[in-house]
């Protein structure tokens, strides 16, 4: 068990331009979450997904905001046309389904900064 | 919707020494899970402790305990005989019940300074 992989660890864009994070989850965890945490402030919610299928999206993920997670194992965030309060730290998540509850396990995060 | 508050933006305490984080929440839900994670610089979120809302007896992990005040929506973290290793910023955190609303809400933080 390696824990919650991201990559890049950082990220520097310029405004406009298109970036995609990616996020490698615990083996067998099925479910797979992405949160936004900008400076100051807790982790905010912006998606789930159970297997391949996205369960949940919050308002905060924008039309330009894009997550996947193809054949149910890792998990693409792209972010299109890219603005300065795009910058934040992107953090994603992992769990298995457990009765009582799942515990989310948490990677580094992608530290993304738009100039 | 369900809103987590943590008044203190930063704390210090002398090592050794025990400290008690302050988290209130709001929720018109009957059951629900409430946590406690722990947010080293650049280093992942973990989880420190878990509560589940059913069960009337305050959580323990080691050095570490709640105070969970279910009426007044209360959620204290206490960490006792704090070690340099502590410094780190700390999240309250409210889950539901349900495994279909499965997202966390978290408060904004605090900042736990261990001063040698």
């Known amino acids: 068990d390696t824990g919650v992989s991201q990559n890049p660890r950082h990220k520097i864009t310029k405004r406009g331009q298109n970036v995609t994070f990616r996020c490698d989850p615990i083996?067998?965890?099925?479910?797979l979450y992405w949160y936004r945490q900008t400076l100051g402030q807790g982790p905010e919610f912006l998606t789930y997904?159970?297997?391949?299928?996205?369960?949940?999206k919050s308002r905060l993920l924008s039309d330009r905001f894009s997550a996947e997670r193809p054949k149910g194992s890792f998990s693409t965030l792209e972010i299109q046309r890219t603005e300065q309060g795009d910058s934040a730290m992107y953090l994603c998540?992992?769990?298995?389904?457990?009765?009582?509850?799942?515990?989310?396990?948490f990677g580094a995060g992608t530290r993304l900064s738009v100039l | 919707a369900q809103t987590v508050t943590q008044s203190q933006p930063e704390m210090s305490v002398q090592e050794a020494e025990t400290v008690t984080l302050s988290c209130t929440y709001d929720?018109?839900?009957?059951?629900?899970?409430l946590f406690w994670y722990k947010q080293p610089p650049s280093r992942q979120m973990i989880l420190v402790i878990r509560?589940?809302?059913?069960?009337?007896q305050n959580a323990t992990e080691n050095r570490f305990s709640v105070n969970f005040q279910k009426a007044a929506k209360s959620f204290s973290l206490k960490i006792s005989d704090s070690q340099l290793g502590d410094a780190a910023m700390y999240f309250c955190?409210?889950?539901?019940?349900?495994?279909?609303?499965?997202?966390?809400?978290f408060g904004k933080g605090t900042r736990l300074h261990i001063l040698p």
């Open positions: 998540a992992s769990s298995p389904i457990k009765r009582g509850g799942n515990i989310q396990y």
């Open positions: 083996s067998e965890h099925n479910r």
């Open positions: 997904f159970q297997n391949e299928a996205q369960l949940e």
């Open positions: 929720t018109s839900e009957s059951d629900y899970y």
């Open positions: 509560q589940e809302a059913y069960k009337q």
């Open positions: 955190a409210y889950r539901s019940l349900s495994n279909r609303d499965d997202k966390i809400i």
